[in-house]
């Protein structure tokens, strides 16, 4: 069975400072992973995903993340934050190309920008 | 497109009464999930359908939860008889692929 570890329940940070957000997944086959962003009082928004090829990926409001299939990781990274980003932040695990869709939450990271 | 769309946005009702909520997912997306968010267990997937067809429910907590898709346009999930231990953020979300689901803006229930 697949599992994701974010073990920061909360990353506090400066505003125009560098942030990265942890994850780690625990699988016995391939997986796509992705990172969803929550902002306050709404659903999920999709900010990037891993599914194959280039280890690293870049998604919106300049976020990206490195998919390290030795360390079981897929964390995130912004060079500078902004207030804006303050937002929960969950990373997610699927198997690739399994008959199953089930998507596997992270127990999310709050991303606090302070200026 | 609309994205996914929700209904009611907020819900408040007394223990013991019956809660609907509903959800149109984004048009031509085959798959349909339905999520329960709490600050105690976090995001768990509740059920979720292929093709119209529940495929995983096994995360539906108890009998007294029930979720319908009758056509490709439209979904329920039920809750008869609510308790306040069922107060959450209920999602929905749809995928065209079974890669990248869209999530709509949630149902927030209220069992007093």
């Known amino acids: 069975a697949q599992s994701v570890t974010q073990l920061d329940s909360q990353v506090p940070v400066f505003e125009e400072a560098p942030v990265e957000l942890r994850c780690n997944y625990s699988?016995?086959?391939?997986?796509?992973l992705f990172w969803y962003v929550q902002y306050p009082n709404q659903g999920l928004q999709l900010l990037l995903k891993?599914?194959?090829?280039?280890?690293l990926v870049k998604g919106i409001n300049g976020f990206e993340a490195e998919f390290n299939k030795s360390q079981t990781s897929f964390h995130l990274r912004k060079p500078s934050v902004h207030i804006s980003d303050t937002a929960e932040y969950f990373c997610?695990?699927?198997?690739?190309?399994?008959?199953?869709?089930?998507?596997?939450f992270g127990t999310g990271t709050l991303l606090a920008v302070q200026p | 497109d609309a994205g996914v769309i929700q209904s009611p946005r907020h819900e408040v009702t007394e223990m013991g009464q019956e809660v609907t909520l509903r959800c149109k997912p984004i048009?031509?997306?085959?798959?349909l999930f339905w999520y329960r968010q709490t600050m105690m267990r976090g995001l768990e997937l509740l059920i979720y359908?292929?093709?119209?067809?529940?495929?995983?429910d096994s995360g539906m907590p108890e009998d007294r939860f029930s979720a319908k898709m009758p056509n490709a346009s439209f979904s329920t999930l039920k809750i008869q008889p609510s308790e306040p231990r069922d107060s959450a953020v209920y999602f929905c979300?749809?995928?065209?692929?079974?890669?990248?689901?869209?999530f709509g803006p949630g149902t927030r229930l209220t069992v007093l």
């Open positions: 979300a749809s995928s065209n692929n079974g890669v990248e689901q869209f």
């Open positions: 048009s031509g997306h085959n798959s």
């Open positions: 891993y599914l194959s090829g280039s280890t």
């Open positions: 359908f292929n093709n119209n067809v529940p495929i995983d």
């Open positions: 699988s016995s086959v391939s997986v796509y």
């Open positions: 997610a695990v699927r198997v690739s190309g399994g008959a199953t869709n089930k998507l596997i």
